[in-house]
């Protein structure tokens, strides 16, 4: 009884940071129609995290809660950081501002890095080496669990399903983009020179992405929670931040979310990031694909 109850307190206090610290910003925007500034998009959940890193010193039941709120605050830290001041230093102020993709793309993506090798430096203080926060390629042809509502069955293995997923998912981020920007042929072709800074940028905000945003949340939360609350936990709140994205709203964050979730159960079963980075990798090859295409000046 009393650990059930226990779970219970844990459970409530993480779903409670992540839900307040991802959804205030569009409860106030959407809702109360205030626009949220850069400072206070990562001041405000820093608070929320920060009270609840307190309340681990106050309540004992929760403390095994620490280490996620600690990696949650540094997070929010080194994103604010980088993303409203060190955007700010020239050259990367002007790089930034330009419509060229080889010279934009290569700049978010160096904000991206920093705030990627920040975490994991913070990862190996608590855990101490790469293999427990799934910096590894893991076992690819492990098993997968089965979801029957994707008609993934027992026995299935992650050398298997991990192809076939990264098929449809590219197929359909395809399909999708090409119906939104149908681009002339004439500007493919121009686009063409774009291809090395493409794949670069793919391969790195994969990794950014999936280091960052769920496997970071996964090491400190797994043996916490538990596997599905673990990975509800993390797709939730990755989800919520694709509110503002593409396709915007209640669709990108479902769509979101229900990604996260599957590339967060390959880390879980496979122990490691190859899947999750590969298929992560290809929707991104096709999204700056798409970008570089769009960054090009029709008849220039």
């Known amino acids: 009884m009393q650990a059930s109850k226990s779970r219970t307190a ?19 925007q959407e809702i109360f129609r205030y626009s949220v500034s850069e400072n206070l998009k990562y001041g405000l959940p820093a608070l929320i995290v920060i009270i609840g890193l307190a309340l681990t010193f106050l309540w004992k039941t929760i403390r095994p809660l620490r280490p996620f709120f600690g990696v949650f605050l540094v997070l929010l830290g080194i994103q604010w950081l980088a993303y409203t001041r060190m955007d700010q ?16 793309m290569p700049a978010e993506q160096l904000l991206n890095l920093i705030v990627t090798l920040t975490m994991i430096a913070f990862l190996f203080l608590l855990k101490r080496k790469a293999s427990a926060f799934f910096l590894v390629r893991g ?19 992650w050398n298997i399903f991990g192809p076939i997923l990264a098929l449809c998912l590219s197929l359909g981020t395809f399909v999708f983009l090409f ?45 916490v929670v538990g596997k599905q609350q673990a990975l509800l936990l993390m797709a939730v709140y990755f989800g919520v931040l694709h ?17 996260g979730w599957l590339l967060g159960k390959s ?16 929707q991104d090859v096709l999204i700056f694909g798409f970008l570089a295409i769009g960054s090009i000046t029709p008849g220039g």
């Not at 230093?89 to 934009?104: D, E, K």
């Not at 076992?139 to 293995?157: F, H, M, N, R």
């Not at 880390?267 to 290809?282: C, D, K, P, S």
Request: charged residues 15%; aromatic residues 14%; glycine residues 6%.
């Open 10 to 28: 844990i459970l409530a206090t993480a779903w409670a940071v992540i839900l307040t610290a991802g959804l205030f910003k569009i409860i106030l």
């Open 179 to 223: 119906i939104a920007g149908r681009p002339p042929l004439d500007l493919v072709a121009k686009a063409l020179p774009f291809l090395p800074a493409v794949l670069l940028a793919a391969a790195l905000n994969a990794f950014s992405e999936e280091v960052t945003y769920k496997a970071s949340f996964l090491a400190v939360l797994l043996d």
């Open 267 to 282: 880390m879980l079963e496979t122990r490691g990031l190859f899947w999750a980075w590969f298929i992560h990798f290809l």
């Open 139 to 157: 076992d690819l042809s492990a098993p997968a669990e089965p979801i029957k509502w994707l008609g993934v069955k027992e026995a299935t293995k």
């Open 89 to 104: 230093w020239l050259p990367i102020r002007s790089w930034l501002s330009t419509r060229s993709f080889n010279v934009y």
């Open 243 to 259: 509110f503002y994205g593409v396709p915007y709203g209640i669709v990108g964050v479902l769509m979101a979310g229900l990604l």
